[in-house]
DNA sequence: TATGAATGAGTATTCATTCAT
DNA sequence: AATGAATGAATACTCATTCAT
């Protein structure tokens, strides 16, 4: 009898977990090759070969690259918020621990140059297709929001005013450590990112008490 | 008869004119499309066609694709280095001065986004060919240390200490500036430049006064 | 569940019955892909997709594209037999009346457009594979055959002699129903099937007494 | 000097006849080849394979398959009105002689079984691609249109009335021959085209003096 | 029986590059 | 110096077919 026992999850998921394993191969092959070779530079055939699967397993899978790089940017953006919010939840309203917290999250950057570099190429891949700036743009704003109301609460712990709207900074910051990670590659004996948080205490240092209003 | 007396010296130099000509049009093709599809979005074809000539064409007058890539840094650091020397000259010591000539010089960035896109663009390939990697860094370095030397110059003006070494400092605002303009592009609503000076501002709010040694 | 008592014969029944509604939408779907776009423009991914089954269900049911083909040989078959033995019968051997039934029959096929575009593909697919070809030539010279009589019994109720083989005649007229339905599609404009029965009152008219030998 | 002689034809053409070979190879290959694998199973590396060029060579000198195929309509189209016209020329207005003629021309078809393919070919993918359709239509409007003067020259010199429309009875007539050669590939020992013959003769013979309207 | 993930060979098309002209 | 036809390898993607479930 074909029938199969719904109590066993064993054998009726094993087909289920079989296809997710592939999938999470291809996109660990994908994730690789786009940040060290770029969406041009990356093949399909080179991302299949690479998780060791025929290239019709990878459009059983997906429906082309770039469908890959949105499942890439969904990853980042939980990734990157989880960090976030780790650090807002880490810290709760006391400013040093912020800090503290900020500084780590800096130095995790250095790091994890992989993710800067794939962000790079979302970044220019949105720039050139439509469809995908959709989808990227709302992450990007979620993103920029959150760690805008990060700076929020960490200015306001230390009694001082943001000098800009708390979104335009946190776009300044995040460029800074993306442009910081792009250079590291080319120019590895640069500076780290301990340079994020000179900017970030000069910026504190050079707010004005609370009560004045944003000057940017 | 379209053949040519090469005894003719007028006709010779117009030769040569010529060639420039044909050069120049092949860079400036080339600089269009690398920053509007990026390197690996932009065929030798492509470039040919839109500079109006034949592949051969461009055969003739480069090696390949990094080579009129390299071509592009060189004009690409020109350009930059000129920006920069052109503040510097413009204000002498002034501090009041070199800082509005830097405010216009990020004004300036905003409004040159395929410069920022082609810097990318080049860092990104500097990342992936080695050859290229090299001339790439000495150009890198060069802009950077120009770029330390304006910040030295401003911040000693200025009676304070620079907080932490000038080329870091430059690094972290050309990663930013990069960084921004990558942004602007897939999110136009966002920031504009005004936020590299309201770094700046903070950075020379928070320096402390010559005499302290700089903190990174 | 969705298991089935194999000892109850009302649910054995209800599966042959569903293995059966497969197999007939799996062929109508091949039939409306195969006249749209042809044996070698339908894949039989689109044909189980049409048929909202899998793959896997086409390839329980046929053994791959030619055999699904020859199935629909079969049907086309006797679709025409059973058109032409109602003619036959429907009239007798009265010659009006026979040929009140051809005209019948010619407007039929204006509107079938699709067996007509069917036909020419199994025709055109017979002398592709060899193995098909067998099969479409026994149900072809059956079906010349079966109006070779027809027009045999026409010429003769009118007392007329056949200007020509039966069967030859046959393979005139369909080689015309054919090719007219197949220039309705591309040039809809164009003549209606009245022109077969133009010909066929030629032929008739042309057509010498009963004693004479045939001509071609 | 790399000047040229534009007197010497030699040197400066020797480029565009070598094009042209390669040109006509792919097009005698592709007619090949669709004519005995059909449009859908005709592969464009095949078409270059069997022509002795590379894939490339292909699509420097067309733009798809289907530019290659209007290549074929067009010369099938200057081929046919060739072959009607010489009918005509020969013959006079001596319908004897354009009797004559057009029997030679229908035992012509019976040999080149290879445009009626094509011609089936044209047809069907006329019917798929509508803009193949708006080519194919201007052509075969032509055809039918000269094959139509033809008949209604043949039918004035006979002193007999037209029973339909002449593009009417053209299209019969084409669509019969193309329906034949069909037919003749799949079933070799069918009739051969002298069927064709019988049924003009029968609409001269059923044909009214002139003077009547035509029936249709 | 029916599923659909996976395969491997195939498809059309584009690429950087060469070379006779 | 500039042309552009031709190459051969690479590209994204589709195909018929298999097989564990």
Not at 97 to 121: C, H, N, P, V
């Amino acid at each position: 009898m074909p029938c199969v026992d719904p109590a066993n999850p064993s054998s009726r998921s094993s087909r289920a977990e079989s296809q997710a394993r592939t999938r999470e191969r291809l996109i660990e092959a994908a994730r690789q090759l786009l940040v060290s070779h770029g969406f041009g530079g990356t093949s399909i055939r080179d991302i299949a070969e690479r998780a060791g699967f025929s290239q019709g397993a990878f459009y059983s899978n997906f429906s082309g690259k770039e469908d890959i790089l949105l499942e890439l940017l969904r990853r980042y953006m939980e990734d990157e918020a989880a960090q976030l919010s780790a650090v807002l939840d880490r810290s709760g309203d006391a400013a040093d621990a912020m800090l503290a917290g900020l500084e780590l999250w800096a130095a995790e950057l250095d790091r994890e140059t992989d993710w800067a570099m794939l962000s790079i190429e979302l970044q220019l891949h949105a720039q050139r297709s439509p469809a995908f700036a959709v989808a990227f743009l709302g992450v990007w704003e979620a993103h920029r929001h959150a760690l805008g109301q990060l700076l929020t609460r960490l200015f306001h712990g230390l009694g001082r005013q943001l000098p800009a709207e708390p979104s335009a900074l946190a776009a300044g910051f995040m460029a800074m450590a993306h442009g910081l990670a792009l250079q590291r590659l080319s120019a590895p004996d640069g500076p780290g990112d301990c340079v994020l948080m000179v900017f970030l205490r000069g910026l504190i240092a050079g707010a004005a008490p609370r009560g004045d209003g944003p000057g940017c």
